[in-house]
């Protein structure tokens, strides 16, 4: 699975063929906060931030993904 696929299946109404921000982004433009993933490591759900155990697994082990 691509990071672009990834993406747009956590960002609904986003496009997978679209430019990224970092292309269309002008330089006089102030920067964006970076996307955040919350995953269970086990099984790999994506969860929500304030998620303790997995739903999908029952993991405790869910870390936390900055993408910028």
Do not use: F
């Not at 691509?2 to 496009?15: A, M, V």
């Not at 086990?42 to 910028?68: F, H, K, L, M």
């Amino acid at each position: 699975m691509t990071l672009s696929s990834l993406l747009s299946d956590l960002l609904p109404g986003s496009e997978p063929d679209t430019e990224s921000p970092a292309t269309t982004q002008d330089c006089g433009e102030s920067a964006r906060s970076p996307t955040v993933i919350h995953e269970c490591r086990n099984c790999g759900t994506n969860v929500s931030a304030d998620t303790t155990r997995c739903p999908a697994c029952d993991g405790e082990d869910i870390v936390r993904y900055s993408i910028d």
